[in-house]
């Protein structure tokens, strides 16, 4: 579900300067785009992400029908938490905090950069809200820029984010 708010801006720099997966990377042997998993495995960067997927148990849901909003954090995001944060994290005693997490980074229905602008808010798969704001140009999810938007899957929607978001 998305929040909207009353103006529309324009599109961030990354986006306009046409920053995104080709549609060739996307796309598998009989021209079909990817779901959310395989592109972010193709992808190469989200490799913490996807072992995070991985331990959660969340892979069959993340390629099911969604369509979904991913707001995907990079390797170097994931690096950028304090030291023995991911690894903690990975241990089976907290999966349910590691759903939690993913479950955060996730939006039901397919969320273009457009129509996020446009909102002020989108609830998710955890529960709780995030917050959508526009400053100088880039689209901030919470305290995360997105670096790169409206990479289309089969099954939703990746934008890539400069921060891992962490439910209250």
Same mark, same amino acid.
Do not use: C
């Given at each position: 579900?998305?929040?909207?708010?009353?103006?529309? /801006?324009?599109?961030?720099?990354?986006?306009?300067?046409? /920053?995104?997966? &080709?549609?060739?990377?996307?796309?598998?042997?009989?021209?079909?785009?990817?779901?959310?998993?395989?592109?972010?495995?193709?992808?190469?960067?989200?490799?913490?992400?996807? *072992?995070?997927?991985?331990?959660?148990?969340?892979?069959?849901?993340?390629?099911?029908?969604?369509?979904?909003?991913?707001? *995907?954090?990079?390797?170097?995001?994931?690096?950028?938490?304090?030291?023995?944060?991911?690894? &903690?994290?990975?241990?089976?005693?907290?999966?349910?905090?590691?759903?939690?997490?993913?479950?955060?980074?996730?939006?039901?229905?397919?969320?273009?950069?457009?129509? *996020?602008?446009?909102?002020? &808010? *989108?609830?998710?798969?955890?529960?709780?809200?995030?917050?959508?704001?526009?400053?100088?140009? &880039?689209?901030?999810?919470?305290?995360?820029?997105?670096?790169?938007?409206?990479?289309?899957?089969?099954?939703?929607?990746?934008?890539?984010?400069?921060?891992?978001?962490?439910?209250?």
């Amino acid at each position: 579900m998305i929040h909207k708010k009353m103006k529309t /801006v324009g599109w961030m720099t990354a986006a306009a300067a046409g /920053v995104l997966l &080709s549609a060739a990377a996307q796309a598998d042997h009989h021209g079909m785009k990817k779901d959310i998993v395989d592109t972010a495995v193709e992808a190469g960067q989200f490799e913490t992400l996807v *072992a995070a997927v991985q331990a959660a148990g969340l892979v069959e849901t993340l390629k099911g029908e969604g369509p979904f909003t991913v707001f *995907a954090p990079t390797d170097e995001a994931f690096a950028a938490l304090p030291e023995g944060t991911v690894e &903690s994290l990975l241990e089976e005693e907290n999966r349910d905090q590691l759903q939690s997490i993913l479950t955060y980074h996730v939006v039901s229905g397919k969320i273009m950069a457009e129509d *996020a602008m446009a909102a002020d &808010s *989108a609830t998710t798969l955890q529960g709780q809200d995030l917050t959508i704001t526009t400053m100088d140009g &880039s689209v901030m999810i919470d305290d995360a820029t997105v670096i790169q938007a409206d990479i289309e899957t089969s099954n939703g929607v990746i934008h890539v984010i400069d921060s891992v978001l962490m439910p209250e």
